[in-house]
């Protein structure tokens, strides 16, 4: 069977993790065998450059934390997703090299397309057969992550909403140019309502496959 690469693309709030699970415990029951990851920390190393990047207080160079994420992309991409895509797994990920073009790119004020070039060459040229994009205005999105108590502190979420709304508005570019791969889904709504919309395009993408 072929693997299929998914990702979940999306600003703060819009809902990734969650849909990310509902969409393996979908995939699972059509028969599928699944591998759910993220970035960074879907590896050791990864969990670690996570810490470092997301949850270490204080000043970050913009250079050094584009990098620390390519190096978790490389580890990531060579020992966890390209073998599983090898045995015909799903791979359900929670960002990739997107993530980094719009929050490095338009967040950071760095160059988008060196970001991106980066990625690809970290990584071998590698990119989703899908991208799903979550997108939420992000003052809805910024009260949703304010209901997460207990979640711990986040370098890169502890910003302004003008912040949010670049990498908003980043997002929507890549996916405007690249519409073969990324699919707008609105993340408004319950968690139900917006599975049955990821659903819709995953299934679409599953049957051309076939």
Known sequence: MT???ITLEGGDG??????AALLQAW???EGRTVVRTREPGGTELGVEIRRLVQHTEGHVAPRAEALLYAADRA???ATL????L??????????YLDSSVAYQGAGRELDGEQIRDLSLWATDGLL??????LDIDPAAGRERMAGRADAPYDRLEDTGLDFAERVRAAYLGLAEAEPDRFVVVDASGTPDEVHGRV?????????AQR
Do not use: I
């Open 3 to 5: 693997g299929a690469y």
């Open 14 to 19: 819009s809902g990734k993790s969650t849909q």
């Open 27 to 29: 995939l699972e029951a």
């Open 75 to 77: 580890h990531h991409v």
């Open 81 to 84: 997703v390209r073998p599983a």
């Open 86 to 95: 090898e045995r015909g797994d799903v791979v359900v990920q929670d960002r």
């Open 128 to 133: 989703p057969q899908l991208t799903l994009l």
């Open 199 to 207: 659903v819709s395009h995953v299934r679409a993408m599953l049957d």
